[in-house]
């Protein structure tokens, strides 16, 4: 078993780490991309996963070659997914691993891509669940300007956790996340999509299939031994 320095605080992402949100995204771009001929699919899917609506939408305009501007696109997109945001439900292990955190005094927090209003529609049925994290750091903030790869988010949300990114381990699951949570300092766990090259996440310090094969031992972390029932 590995022995890595030791981690004080947890900083997770939200789509498709905590949140199982990504199948939503998904079919609505492709609903938008059927508008035009176009196909959107798993390797498009990729390279958007963790990013900002706005470079999203830019990404997929590039690739797909669809008549729209970023506005338009994200226009359209608002429009037919916020009915659908209170489906997202836990992804394996996430609302366990969080609650067993929370029960031992581990400080965690969020930091997403998603804007406040996204948000608040995608945790709609999670609200005690969401009361676990210290902080929630979200795209729309004014101390984090740049979406992931950059590493704004991830230093803002050590900075009102109270540590330093040294101290800190993230949870992500997109190629774009990873490459942030090292761009501030950070150790970072990957649990990648089945479609997301796992030999573009090489700087991730561990990759697994679901937040429930997360091992918290070798992070000096407490043992999930003991893990609490779901909220």
């Known amino acids: 078993m590995p022995d890595y320095k030791p ?95 929370h029960q031992h005094g581990i400080p965690q927090a969020i930091a997403s891509s998603s804007t406040q209003r996204p948000f608040q529609a995608k945790t709609t049925h999670h609200r005690e669940w969401m009361s676990l994290f210290q902080c929630v750091i979200l795209s729309d903030d004014p101390a984090s300007p740049r979406g992931k790869p950059a590493p704004d988010c991830f230093l803002v949300a050590a900075e009102r956790l109270g540590t330093t990114p040294d101290q800190c381990l993230v949870f992500e699951d997109s190629i774009a996340g990873v490459t942030a949570a090292k761009r501030a300092g950070m150790s970072v766990v990957a649990v990648p999509a089945p479609y997301v090259d796992r030999g573009l996440l090489q700087e991730a310090d561990e990759i697994f299939t679901s937040l429930a094969e997360f091992q918290p031992e070798p992070w000096h972390l407490p043992s999930k031994h003991f893990m609490p029932s779901a909220l």
Do not use: C, W
């Not at 997109?77 to 992804?91: C, G, H, Q, S, T």
């Open 7 to 101: 981690i004080t605080h947890i900083i997770y992402d939200l789509d498709g780490l905590l949140l199982d949100t990504e199948f939503i995204h998904a079919q609505v771009n492709q609903a938008i991309a059927s508008q035009y001929g176009k196909v959107f699919d798993t390797s498009i899917q990729s390279k958007v996963i963790g990013r900002m609506a706005a470079d999203s939408a830019r990404i997929i305009i590039d690739l797909l070659e669809l008549p729209l501007t970023v506005e338009e696109f994200v226009t359209q997109k608002n429009a037919l997914i916020y009915d659908r945001y209170p489906l997202a439900r836990p992804m394996a292990g996430a609302m366990e691993l969080t609650q067993h955190f």
